[in-house]
Structure formats: structure tokens, C-alpha cells
């Protein structure tokens, strides 16, 4: 088990198609900024954050990948050891909806989850700061597909004007800090016993 | 790569002149090839900023062509059985318009440093995609992100140099600043920027933009990452535990230009490329240096690096400093630009481990070749322990 000093380290991966709104969710998130032009990711970025959930400390690496790319045997790279996994699609977008599903299922694959069934993962529609009249995905429609697979909590947010950020990135920090210490406590529970074979004990009682 | 040669032919008389003919050839190409593969903007919403209608001709009368021969074009076979091409996406081949949707969200936000260029230019913009996407159509190799970037660069490099035919119609010229007229047309800027991405990009694709292939030069980066600095494999290895791919896919894909800043990356593109002709003049290859020159930038930030742990250690690679101290400002007295070409092009006696160049970044770290990574792991230890004295202190 971690020691308690050791500062407990969440992996988040956001994954979602090219031009959603991934970079510009997680610059909004730790730095509190948003810009227009945020340059594709290629590959992936990097940002972390230090929170404090229920008095915990924790640091929360952020991993925002590139929507274009579609990685096959590279993906155990970028995805292995996550604790969460965000989903994000555009509100205006009906094609990077409909891919919410292939995108949590490739992770799935990919980061060799043992537990697929429990695994955290959040949805989040965002750029809703949109003109309704733009908006392609209702809410009932998106709610209606996250109960279809598993019950996933979900957020609507705009990165631009800052709406619902945190509280997205609130649940996603807890779930990922729950999955990380379900992690640990299976690792503790089948830690191997260290059985003592040595000749000068073997067979010997320790009376 | 003949094909771009711009040889200069010295008359008797002691004239100099261009040989243009291979430029008009190639422009020529570009110009058929454009004409056969139109960019479907006519698919897009009514309201997108890049909606156009095709050009079609009305006043074309259907029977006037029944008595002549019929003169014969080409077509792109949509599904070709025995294409060895990688025109698919989860099965299911990419249409043009999904192309063209993937362009436009890419060129939308294509060097946000420089505006002028494309973000407020809808025109360049234009001209971007259409060259990725007639570059797409003649090739056959998918569309990936980055490559938008490599074309950016070498457009930005010809719009500067581009010279208005217009501008010049009422001067008498002699023959040859006729001829550079012409070599710098900015009526052919679309048309030159496709042909040097084309000769170009090659070598780069098939190094760093197929999956096995990247993985294969990810494993060779790390082999002379450990001829060149063992200790630095060590600390990536051993001590960090580093996936070098997760950081070198865009140190590799874009060539630095993230790193190192456009301005930098046309300095070192004139290098590599005058390099990669001298190796092989037929085929130009980019990315004979790049690897040397990464392990080059690792030393540079090698005081930072020893004394972080994982995450910063990635957040370093994958936020070079080069854009947080500006380009002009130089990195442990040394400016990027020229440490590279030097160690690149010249003072052969930079040698990456050495107790002078481990100085680099200002840090204190000195290793010889002798010492074994037990002794790095002490020094490297006692960094840290004075990283958190020095922190400890400022609070």
C-alpha cells in the first residue's frame, strides 16, 4: 500500500474527435484561460494540477490527446495506468456523438482495462455556448446514450465562457481518485506471499 | 528531386540565365492535377465560410462534341482491390468531404503565432487545403495531422519571398530578373509549396507517420540516445521510466517546429535539406540529423531533467522551453539556433556528455564517461535533495 506522505498521482485521458474542444477543456481547467486558436495536439499534451478531494492530496495528470489519431499499437502508451477516462464530443457535432461510443470502446482495448464494466469514465458535451438553432445533439439525447452505457455521469459545458469546467472536472477527479484506490487495495490483496524456502529455515518452527 | 533543379545555364557572352523549364513543368502538373481532383467546397453548408459552387460551364451544348474525338481524362479508381494505401477509417473508406472537413478544422488553427498568415487569410487558407488535398488524391497516403504544419512552413517560406508579376508590367527587365520574376511568382505560390512539400515530405512520412515505422525509429532514437548519452538513457530508462514515443511522435512528425518555433525551423530546414541533397541528391531526406538533433536539445534541458521526477520530466518534453523563454532569449548562454548548427554543421569537439556541455542548461551536473550510473544516481540524488532545500528555503 502507498505510503500516506506519498502524494497520490490521478491519470485522466480525454479522448473525443478532432476539434472538440479537449485542448481548450483542459487549458480552461488548470489555467482558468480559453483562446480561439489552440493548435491540433499531435500526439498528445500534458498539463497537471494539484487538488485537494475530501483533505487528500492528490496531483492530476492530464492527458489530452489528438482527435485525429486513431492509434493502434501506440495507444498502450498514451492510455496505460489511466484512473479516468473523459469522453467529449460537440454539441454541433453529430459525427464526434456519434463517435463517443468507438472512442470509449478503442480505450477499453487499448489501456487493457481488467474491469471494463466499472471502469470510470465522463461524458461531456461541450461548446454549448453555441446559438441553440447550431446545437445538433440534444440533452435528452445525450443523457439517453450515456444510461445506454452504464450509466455515465454526464456534463455540458462550454470551455469558453468557463461553464460547468470545474464541476465536470470535480467528478472526474473523484472517480478517479475512487478507481485509484480500488486499484491499490486489489494490488495489496494479491500481493504475493513471500514463502521462505531458505535451508537454514526450512522445516524449522519459528517457536 | 532533379525535377527542382533550377540550374543556371552561363551563356558564352558571360550571360547568366535560369533553367525554368522543369518550374513551368511542375506547374504545369500542379495545374492539371488541380483541375482533376476539385475540392468538394460545394458539399459544405450553405453557411460555412468555405462554400463555394463548382464552376460549371451553361453555356456548354451537349451536342457539340458528337462528331469529334473525345479527348480522354484521368479518374481516380475509388476502390481499388489492390491498393496497398491506407485510404480507410475504421473499415470504411475516407470520402473527399470528410477529407476536406478534417483540412479545414486543422488550417483553421494553423499557427495562431502568426495570424496574418492563415487564421485571418481565408484565402491562404484555401490554397493550404487544396494542396493537402490534391496531395492526398495523388499520393494515396491518408491525411494526418502535422503534415498541415510542414506544408504551413514551407508556404509562409515562399509567400515572403513572392514577388506580384503586376507590380513590375511597365519596367523593362533583362533576361534573367525576367526569369527570377517568374521564379517568384506569387500566381504559382499554390503550385510551388505542393511540388517541395511533395519531394520533400516523402522520407518524413514514411519515417514518422506509419505507426510501426515510428516505433521502429523511436527504438533506434534510444539506442543512440544511449551511444551518445548514457547517463540521460539511464535517467529516461531506469529512473523515469519514460515511454520515449509519447513525447518524440511530435518532436519526429512536425521536425521540431513546436520545439524550436517557425523561425528557428526554416533556419535548420535550409541545413537539413542542403544535408539530406548532399547524402543523396535524388531523394532528400529531412531526417538524417533530426534524432542527433533532439538528443542535442535533451542536453540543453538536461540539469531540469535529471532533477524531476516522471510528470515534470514529460511536462518538460512536452512543453520545450524555448517558447516560455522566447526564441531571441538564449538557453544557458547559448542560442538554440545556433548550438544546433553548431553541433550540426561545424565544431565537431561538441560532445553531448561532456562535464562542458552537461553546463548547458546553468546547472551544476558534470559527469565524465568514466563514471558509472551508480555515481549519476548519487549526484542526481544529491540535485534533488538541493531542489528541495532551495524550495523549502524560498517558502
Known amino acids: ?207 | 528531386m532533379s525535377c527542382l533543379q533550377l540550374n543556371k545555364v552561363s551563356k558564352p557572352q558571360g550571360e547568366v540565365e535560369l533553367n525554368l523549364g522543369n518550374l513551368r513543368r511542375l506547374r504545369e502538373d500542379y495545374t492539371t492535377l488541380r483541375n482533376e481532383f476539385q475540392v468538394p467546397w460545394n458539399e459544405l453548408p450553405v453557411d460555412n465560410e468555405y462554400y463555394q459552387t463548382i464552376n460549371i460551364n451553361d453555356d456548354h451544348d451537349i451536342t457539340e462534341g458528337v462528331s469529334k474525338k473525345i479527348e480522354l481524362s484521368r479518374l481516380r479508381v475509388q476502390h481499388d482491390p489492390l491498393s496497398l494505401d491506407d485510404n480507410t477509417e475504421h473499415g470504411n473508406t475516407i470520402t473527399d468531404l470528410q477529407t476536406l472537413e478534417t483540412l479545414i478544422t486543422d488550417v483553421n488553427r494553423l499557427f495562431p503565432e502568426m495570424p496574418e498568415y492563415f487564421i485571418n487569410s481565408l484565402e491562404n487558407r484555401k490554397r493550404l487545403i487544396r494542396i493537402l488535398f490534391n496531395w492526398w488524391k495523388l499520393t494515396g497516403h491518408s491525411y494526418s495531422q502535422g503534415l498541415h504544419e510542414l506544408v504551413g512552413l514551407i508556404f509562409i517560406v515562399f509567400q515572403k519571398e513572392c514577388a506580384t508579376t503586376e507590380s513590375f508590367e511597365t519596367v523593362s527587365f533583362t533576361k534573367l530578373e525576367n526569369q527570377v520574376i517568374e521564379l517568384l511568382d506569387e500566381n504559382f505560390l499554390e503550385h510551388d509549396t505542393f511540388n517541395v512539400f511533395n519531394v520533400l515530405i516523402g522520407p518524413v512520412i514514411e519515417k514518422y507517420y506509419k505507426e510501426t515505422s515510428l516505433l521502429q525509429e523511436t527504438v533506434k532514437f534510444d539506442l543512440r540516445l544511449f551511444e551518445t548519452d548514457k547517463f540521460q538513457y539511464h535517467l529516461f530508462k531506469n529512473k523515469l521510466k519514460l515511454d520515449s514515443t509519447i513525447w518524440l511522435i511530435r518532436y519526429f512528425r512536425l521536425l521540431l517546429i513546436r520545439e524550436i518555433g517557425v523561425d528557428n525551423s526554416v533556419q535548420l530546414w535550409d541545413k537539413l535539406i542542403c544535408f539530406g541533397y548532399i547524402q543523396d541528391h535524388t531523394k532528400i531526406d529531412m531526417t538524417l540529423l533530426l534524432p542527433y538533433l533532439i538528443i542535442l536539445l535533451l542536453s540543453m534541458i538536461k540539469s531540469r531533467l535529471i532533477i524531476s521526477d516522471y510528470g515534470e520530466a514529460l511536462f518538460l518534453l512536452l512543453h520545450y522551453p524555448i517558447e516560455h523563454e522566447g526564441t531571441s532569449k538564449p538557453i544557458g548562454g547559448l542560442s538554440l539556433g545556433a548550438s544546433l548548427m553548431r553541433f550540426t554543421f561545424g565544431d565537431d569537439s561538441t560532445k553531448l556528455d561532456s562535464p562542458k556541455n552537461s553546463k548547458v542548461d546553468g546547472g551544476s551536473y558534470a559527469l565524465s564517461k568514466k563514471k558509472s550510473t551508480r555515481d549519476f544516481d548519487r549526484t542526481r540524488l544529491e540535485m534533488k535533495l538541493a531542489k528541495k532545500v532551495n524550495d523549502a528555503m524560498k517558502k
Open chain 1, 1 to 207: 500500500m502507498s505510503n500516506n506522505r506519498k502524494k497520490t498521482i490521478l491519470k485522466v485521458i480525454i479522448l473525443g474527435d478532432s476539434g472538440v474542444g479537449k485542448t481548450s477543456l483542459m487549458q480552461q481547467f488548470i489555467n482558468g484561460k480559453f483562446s480561439q486558436q489552440y493548435k491540433a495536439t499531435i500526439g498528445a499534451d500534458f498539463l497537471p494540477k494539484d487538488l485537494t478531494i475530501d483533505d487528500k492530496q492528490v496531483t492530476m495528470q492530464i492527458w489530452d490527446t489528438a482527435g485525429q489519431e486513431r492509434f493502434q499499437s501506440l495507444g498502450v502508451a498514451f492510455y496505460r495506468g489511466s484512473d479516468c477516462c473523459v469522453l467529449v464530443y460537440d454539441v454541433t457535432n453529430t459525427k464526434s456523438f456519434e463517435n463517443v461510443q468507438s472512442w470509449r470502446d478503442e480505450f477499453l482495448i487499448q489501456a487493457n482495462i481488467k474491469d471494463p464494466d466499472n471502469f470510470p469514465f465522463v461524458v461531456i458535451g461541450n461548446k454549448i455556448d453555441v446559438e441553440e438553432n447550431k446545437r445538433l445533439i440534444s440533452s435528452k439525447k445525450a443523457q439517453a446514450l450515456c444510461a445506454n452505457l452504464g450509466n455515465l455521469p454526464y456534463f455540458e459545458t462550454s470551455a469558453k465562457e468557463a461553464v460547468n469546467v470545474e464541476q465536470a472536472f470535480d467528478v472526474v477527479a473523484r472517480n478517479a481518485l475512487q478507481q485509484e484506490e480500488s486499484l491499490e487495495f486489489s494490488d495489496d490483496y494479491t500481493d504475493a506471499v513471500n514463502i521462505h524456502v531458505d535451508g537454514d529455515n526450512y522445516g524449522s518452527c519459528g517457536c
